[in-house]
């Protein structure tokens, strides 16, 4: 395999009896080559160690003491091999601290790949990529050289956006953004110059079309709701009409039953008016016969008082 080299690492007990490799010779491992980002793995312990750093480095390799600070990819022996008093661990500890004092004069910036032969990933939250994977590629690594801060055996994925689209990584096995401690170990070579600009060229149309397809969404969710909001009122207006048209319907029915009332209130004016002149045409005849019986008295009167004289 191109670009691969063979480095010799041992694995030494940790305090926490987690696996973690030393420089001493014992098994053969195959790693690519590191390349321009794979650099320090704790970005922030150059000056001030974060609370993860501190966790870390306490679980998986029981340093303490600021003078370890500058250069975390140093791996140091168990404290159960310091014990032991051999020689060798001895000189390996202070061969580790020497190394140690000249990576902090640097300002904890080179890595420890030249020595022991294996290149430190680079982890840095800004710059986690966003990963993804598949049937052909994924799933937890099982590799006991390969931790995230979190002690874990790290993820495989792909490189879903930015200028590493499609590019093999290791990375934390936290799913959840807020405790991924952002480990990132690249496998794939970096893309060439021209590549990376044609990637980002695409995601810029990409996210130009999917830009303008959420406008025409937002457009046509505003035209939809300005749709459903007409439809709203045209039936709003349509409940309106039916009830105007109801009122019109018992106005009609009512104007029916006062036509027919004043109809029936005529025709009893008229029937009453007939009756009176009637009974008044009565009493007319029974005055003319009274007043004619009456004459007809008097003259008799009159006359039965002429006799008598």
Excluded at 183 to 188: G, S
Aim: with cysteine; charged share 25%; glycine share 8%.
């Amino acid at each position: 395999m191109a670009g691969a080299r063979c480095v010799r690492f041992s694995r030494s007990p940790s305090p926490t009896g987690l696996r973690a490799p030393t420089p001493t010779s014992s098994f053969e491992v195959s790693s690519s080559a590191p390349t321009e980002e794979q650099t320090d793995p704790f970005d922030c312990c150059s000056e001030t160690p974060c609370l993860r750093c501190v966790f870390y480095k306490s679980r998986c390799w029981g340093t303490t003491g600021a003078a370890r600070w500058s250069n975390p990819v140093v791996r140091r022996p168990a404290p159960t091999a310091a014990r032991s008093g051999s020689p060798s661990s001895d000189s390996m500890a202070r061969r580790a601290g020497s190394g140690d004092r000249g990576d902090s004069g640097n300002g904890g910036n080179r890595s420890s790949s030249g020595q022991y032969g294996r290149a430190a990933p680079r982890s840095s939250g800004s710059s986690v990529p966003n990963g993804i994977e598949d049937s052909h590629w994924g799933g937890v690594v099982h590799e006991p050289l390969v931790l995230c801060r979190h002690c874990k055996h790290p993820y495989s994925l792909y490189t879903w956006d930015g200028k590493h689209y499609g590019r093999r990584y290791l990375g934390c096995p936290l799913k959840d953004k807020s405790e991924s401690c952002g480990f990132v170990q690249w496998l794939d070579e970096e893309w060439p110059q021209r590549a990376q600009e044609v990637i980002l060229t695409l995601w810029d149309m990409v996210n130009q079309t999917i830009e303008k397809a959420d406008k025409n969404m937002v457009d046509m969710m505003a035209e939809t709701a300005q749709k459903n909001e007409a439809k709203d009122q045209l039936e709003v207006l349509e409940g309106e009409k039916e009830g105007w048209e109801r009122e019109k319907q018992e106005l009609d029915w009512e104007k029916e039953r006062l036509n027919l009332r004043w109809r029936f209130s005529q025709s009893c004016c008229t029937s009453f008016q007939t009756i009176m002149r009637t009974e008044l045409e009565d009493k007319k005849r029974t005055w003319i016969v009274v007043v004619c019986l009456i004459g007809l008295l008097v003259t008799m009167l009159f006359i039965v008082v002429l006799k008598m004289k």
